[in-house]
T-cell receptor, first 114, second 110 residues
Framework: ETGVTQSPTHLIKTRGQQVTLRCSSQ?????VSWYQQALGQGPQFIFQ???????GRGNFPPRFSGLQFPNYSSELNVNALELDDSALYLC?????????????FGPGTRLLVL | SQQGEEDPQALSIQEGENATMNCSYK?????LQWYRQNSGRGLVHLIL?????REKHSGRLRVTLDTSKKSSSLLITASRAADTASYFC??????????FGKGTKLSVIP
């Protein structure tokens, strides 16, 4: 157990809808990263938040947005859902600083877009 | 950050045998991490090796790093059915972002 939790575990949406996924970081961690993992692929980096500010973004459109809160919980929002957004969404927390490269992953939210 | 490429894509062995998987990358790194993912679940950090280290052990895991060849290997000794999972490497170059390849899917047959 990493101490990182995600909700919900599964979600079904229809094309065009909006979705919010939530993550609670491991206690004391100041950085959260979000990843999208399509079936049979490795996780792809979406973005990272450090002290409530976006600190790096992968090749994802602006309809993917996020928030990090003072208690280091985090949200991933996706607008105008497309069929290709169906995937496992993973969040990972870490403590930036000495030895902060290691990330601790939650169990993921599986999103299905119909 | 840069992406590592794991090889082979799939590996099937008998319980008790050793499993070796490789990772190649393209530019200089500060460290390299290996993660494991059981089917459809979150990734679990296994080991981090820094660029000035050549070999590192953790239980039944042995990781080597050859910066001249830009490659790393992960050896799992005396494999168990519970080792069945996908394994990913993540080369790090100072950024706190991780970039993963498609991984090596290991099947350990009881």
């Amino acid at each position: 157990e990493t101490g990182v939790t995600q909700s919900p575990t599964h979600l079904i949406k229809t094309r065009g809808q909006q979705v919010t996924l939530r993550c609670s970081s491991q206690s004391g961690h100041n950085t959260v990263s979000w990843y999208q993992q399509a079936l049979g692929q490795g996780p792809q980096f979406i973005f990272q938040y450090y002290r409530e500010e976006e600190n790096g973004r992968g090749n994802f459109p602006p309809r993917f947005s996020g928030l990090q809160f003072p208690n280091y919980s985090s949200e991933l929002n996706v607008n105008a859902l497309e069929l290709d957004d169906s995937a496992l969404y993973l969040c990972a927390s870490s403590l930036r600083g000495l030895g902060g490269e290691t990330q601790y992953f939650g169990p993921g939210t599986r999103l299905l877009v119909l | 950050s840069q992406q590592g490429e794991e090889d082979p894509q799939a590996l099937s062995i008998q319980e008790g045998e050793n499993a070796t998987m490789n990772c190649s990358y393209k530019t200089s790194i500060n460290n390299l991490q290996w993660y494991r993912q059981n089917s459809g679940r979150g990734l679990v950090h296994l080991i981090l090796i820094r660029s000035n280290e050549r070999e590192k052990h953790s239980g039944r895991l042995r990781v080597t790093l050859d910066t001249s060849k830009k490659s790393s290997s992960l050896l799992i000794t005396a494999s168990r059915a519970a080792d069945t999972a996908s394994y990913f490497c993540a080369p790090g170059a100072g950024s706190y972002q991780l970039t993963f390849g498609k991984g090596t899917k290991l099947s350990v047959i009881p």
